[in-house]
């Protein structure tokens, strides 16, 4: 099973960023999502499709449905530039996306 | 609070095997399941393998088969990941990360561990 993301993409400060992941009946899969910034570990960011977990702003939210899972961050920082990574399962493995590079111009 | 330590550096020769330690605090271990996921310089994250909750079963990468074995120490609260038979795509850093209960995704992550292969 694969899970698409589109490599890069850019957004202004302030504005909303939505990032998506596809894969075939991709709404019919729990997805998650992680934060990874340089130097770091990855941060689990959404998990069940649309849940936050403890810490995670509330600008943070996510959706699933159809083909699409997609990351919504409104009101963007700076400190939001990162690598974002989709992750789903298939039967008992993890898959995770290509990751999609987000920079805050 | 739940805490995953990771073992050092590692610098290995082609060939070789790497045996990395994630030692978990703040929670039952064996209570949840552990994976392994990696990342060579400028890719992507990597799923490996887990070793699941309650009992010693494991799944892994069919990729991996025949090199990598996840294993634990309830005992020491340690969770274990070897891979043989080293080549150089393998040099990566290398994360445990707990998982979670119904789908809850990687809730915790160790620091990593930064294996480097190299003749």
């Known amino acids: 099973y694969e899970v698409i993301q589109t490599p890069s993409m850019s957004v202004s400060p302030g504005q909303t960023a939505s990032i998506t992941c596809s894969g075939d009946k991709l709404g019919n899969k729990y997805v998650c999502w992680y934060q990874v910034k340089p130097g770091q570990s990855p941060v689990l960011v959404i998990y069940q499709d649309s849940r936050r977990p403890s810490g995670i702003p509330e600008r943070f939210s996510g959706s699933n449905s159809g083909n699409t899972a997609t990351l919504t961050i409104s009101g963007t920082q700076a400190m939001d530039e990162a690598d974002y990574y989709c992750q789903t399962w298939d039967i008992s493995t993890v898959v995770f996306g290509g990751g999609t590079k987000l920079a805050v111009l | 609070q739940v805490q995953l330590v990771q073992s050092g550096a590692e610098v290995k020769k082609p060939g070789a095997s790497v045996k990395i330690s994630c030692k978990a605090s703040?929670?039952?271990?064996?209570?949840?399941?552990m994976h392994w996921v990696r990342q060579a310089p400028g890719q992507r994250l990597e799923w490996m393998g887990w070793?699941?909750?309650?009992?010693?079963?494991?799944n892994y990468l069919q990729k991996f088969q025949g090199r990598i074995s996840i294993t634990r120490d309830t005992s020491a609260s340690t969770v274990y990941m070897e891979l043989s038979n080293l080549r150089s795509e393998d040099t990566a850093i290398y994360y445990c990360?707990?998982?979670?209960?119904?789908?809850?995704?990687?809730?915790?992550w160790g620091q990593g561990t930064t294996v480097t292969v190299s003749s």
């Open positions: 703040g929670y039952t271990l064996i209570s949840y399941g």
């Open positions: 070793i699941k909750a309650g009992n010693d079963n494991t």
């Open positions: 990360a707990k998982g979670g209960i119904s789908w809850e995704g990687l809730g915790v």
